[in-house]
Every structure is written in C-alpha cells, then in structure tokens.
C-alpha cells in the first residue's frame, strides 16, 4: 500500500481569479502610469536605486514579462530581446503607455475566455531565466504572473513616492466595478 494516497491537485488560481486580477492589473497600471505622467521625463529615467533602476526601467522590464507571459498562456507574440535588456525595450514614455493600454487589453481579452480546465493543465514553456525547457501548472505559472506585476508595481509606486509623485489606492477591495479599458 502506498504511503500517500494520489488526491487531486488544490488548484490555486481558477479563472475567476485571473479575470479579478487582470482588471486589477489594468486599474493599477493606469493610476501608476497616471501618477509618473506627472513628473519630467528625466525624473521618470532617473537611476533610484531599483533592480531595473529608473521608474521607466521598471515599468519597462515589467511590459516585457508581460508580453513574455502572455505569448505562453495565447500563443501571441513574444519580446526579442531577453530579460537583461528588458529595462531598455520602451523609453519613450508615449510610446510606453501606448503599448502598456494595449497589454493590458490582451490580458483582460485572455483572462475573459479563461475556464478552470484551461488552467488545469501544464504549461511547458523555455524559460530564459533558467535556460531550459520548463513544465509547471499552468494555474501557478497564471498566480505568478499576476503576483510578479504586484511586485514590480511595488516598486514603482515607491520610486514614484520618494520622486513626489502621488500614485491612487492599491487596495484589491477598494477597485472600482469598472476599469479603463
């Protein structure tokens, strides 16, 4: 007799979940983006101390995860360039917003057609970070990549509030019913 008993894997992200946290990212990316809107380009570029340095470094380093991300989960396009350029992929600040409003977009469209069986199974990827071929579930890689946005937000909220700068309410509870598209 076995010593465990097989039980069924505890799904930790359903795509209730992922819907809740794409509209979370979009709402949160807009009041960040909002905020650094007020500072001078040269604020935004400033080195502060930051793993990707700049406010725009950061938030730069995290359009390309998610685009990185996303051409995983739908099979879309990719980033070129590996994580040690990601910091440099966009640095014009309209260009940015551009791309960022249009990401955001694609991850809610995603998370829209999500069911949980999609996020029941693996995912098997090249993970550049590794350099290898990885296969995890796909729902931890779903809970990663929205905790991974959560972290670099973190930072740039940070940044934006040492730079005077003065980002909105981050509380889950507190996003309204409706985000920008």
């Not at 940015?96 to 098997?124: F, H, K, M, P, V």
């Not at 973190?154 to 509030?161: D, E, I, K, R, Y």
Request: charged share 20%; hydrophobic share 45%; with cysteine.
């Amino acid at each position: 007799m076995p010593d465990q008993l097989e039980r069924p894997r505890q799904m930790i992200a359903s795509a209730d979940y992922a819907r809740l946290m794409a509209r979370y990212n979009a709402w949160q990316n807009d009041s960040l983006l909002d905020a650094a809107a007020t500072l001078s380009p040269a604020a935004r570029a400033a080195e502060r101390g930051a793993f990707f340095g700049s406010i725009i470094g950061t938030l730069s380093h995290l359009l390309w995860a998610d685009l990185t991300w996303m051409a995983r989960f739908d099979g879309g396009a990719a980033p070129r360039d590996g994580i040690r350029q990601s910091a440099a992929m966009v640095t014009d600040w309209t260009a940015y917003r551009s791309e960022r409003a249009a990401t955001d977009l694609r991850i809610r469209d995603w998370a829209a057609g999500l069911d949980d069986s999609a996020l029941a199974r693996d995912l098997t990827f090249h993970s550049g970070a590794l350099g290898r071929e990885v296969t995890r579930p796909t729902d931890l890689c779903v809970a990663h990549f929205f905790n991974h946005q959560t972290h670099h937000r973190g930072q740039v909220h940070a940044m934006l509030t040492a730079a005077g700068a003065a980002p909105g309410d981050t509380d889950l509870f507190v996003m309204p019913e409706e985000t920008r598209p």
